[in-house]
């Protein structure tokens, strides 16, 4: 009799146990997938995307698709498979991983995809830098798809108007809805040319100019009707202090303003390279940088270096460090008063310590 009730407590203790595992291997995902909630940028930093894995985005673009109410990045997927990946976000700190939107299957070099919004067919226009190992095909690429995150497929790749194309940067003009290309170019990117593209965006126009700017990693942005370029210099992997330009028309003629980048002790941009000026809605002159940090080649790992750019009313461009940043640094455009029209810095969030070179290097 005792041995029945030993073995009745028993099997009742088994299956407790056996519940109680169950359970644990039920709920492990969701102790071990708890997305980080960014409330910030930290540029330089690691950036976790709701996969719990660092954002593998590099050399892109962001758009904001006003329908869909969505941010869309989109850059050099380093990991396997290698091609452009997607992540999308509603406030710019958090990031959904919509996986791999274009693998580049045979092209050997594929880099710095650019991605525009189609309104008027709604579809999505990627051009990229399409090259070999050697960087001597030097050529663009450029892929469409219906959806934003994808499958892009690839329609074409040429020289534009017959000239080697190899970093490239995109610039969208809200007012007059013309989209350019910015490409580092002949001579080994010895100089800037900038080629408008078609009114569907799939292809280029003979609207193609060298605006003699040195010459890598372009960003545009347009303020008062004057045109800023912003630009690394060559040096591969290894970053190089920065030169911004500006311009009355984005066909140039151009004038060289020196470095933006205030503070940079390390001379090198913060220790990144430019590949995008992405203007934020919603409020006043909300100018993002975006920057790679590739830490000596582009890899999953390589972080991003995200600031705000800030016009002075004298018209310069400016770049200053910070540790950790938000949008509240910018006037939201509702909020038409009397405020400067300019970045709005409040003074406790800024890093003092912009010649602060371990920081801004690490
Ligand atoms: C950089 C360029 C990168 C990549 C690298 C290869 O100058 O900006 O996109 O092409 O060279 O060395």
């Known amino acids: 009799m005792k041995t029945n009730i030993e073995l009745l407590a028993f099997r009742r203790f088994f299956k407790l146990i056996s519940i109680g595992l169950w359970l644990f291997v039920l709920y492990i995902p969701a102790f071990s997938q708890q997305p980080t909630q960014n ?29 869909l109410k969505t941010f869309f990045w989109y850059g050099e997927h380093r990991g396997r498979p290698q091609g452009a990946s997607c992540y999308s976000s509603t406030d ?27 309104e008027n067919n709604d579809r999505y226009v990627m ?19 219906d959806n934003p995150t994808g499958p892009f497929k690839v329609i074409d790749h040429y ?55 040195h010459c890598e ?12 370029l912003l630009t690394s210099q060559c040096s591969g992997w290894t970053p190089n202090p920065g030169t911004y330009y500006t311009a009355p028309d984005i066909m140039g003629p151009y004038t060289s303003q020196g470095s933006p980048f205030i503070g940079d002790a390390g001379n090198n941009s913060f220790n990144s390279q430019p590949c995008f000026i992405f203007k934020i809605p919603g409020y006043r002159d909300a100018y993002l940088y975006m920057g790679d940090r590739w830490n000596g080649g582009g890899r999953p790992e390589s972080q991003y270096v995200f600031l705000p750019i800030t016009i002075t009313a004298e018209g310069k ?16 455009e509702r909020r038409r008063s009397g ?16 010649n602060d070179t371990r920081d801004s290097n690490r």
Not at 42 to 53: H, M, N, Q, R, S
Not at 100 to 108: A, S, Y
Not at 165 to 183: C, E, L
Not at 217 to 228: A, E, H, Q, R, V
């Open 159 to 213: 020289r534009p108007n017959g000239h080697e194309s190899r970093d490239i940067g995109m610039y969208f003009d809200p007012d007059t809805k013309k989209a350019y290309i910015g490409y580092a170019a002949d001579h080994t990117n010895l100089t800037i040319r900038i080629v408008e593209l078609s009114e569907d965006y799939l292809s280029i126009t003979t609207n193609d100019v060298d605006i003699k700017a």
């Open 127 to 145: 051009w990229f830098h399409y090259d070999g190992n050697g960087y001597t095909i030097a050529e663009l690429g450029v892929a469409v798809s």
């Open 92 to 118: 710019l700190y958090n990031w959904k991983n919509e996986g791999v939107v274009i693998e580049k299957g045979d092209i050997q070099t594929f880099e710095r995809p650019k991605v525009i919004y189609d």
């Open 39 to 67: 409330t910030s940028f930290k540029p330089g930093g690691e950036w976790l995307a709701d996969d719990g894995v660092h954002i593998d985005c590099h050399g892109g673009n962001i758009i904001f698709v006003e329908s």
């Open 217 to 228: 990693g372009p960003g545009i942005l347009k303020k008062n009707n004057t045109f800023y």
């Open 339 to 354: 405020r400067r029209n300019r970045v709005t810095i409040p003074s406790n969030s800024r890093n003092r310590g912009n």
């Open 317 to 332: 461009m400016e770049l200053h460090w910070y540790r950790e940043w938000d949008l509240s640094m910018f006037t939201p």
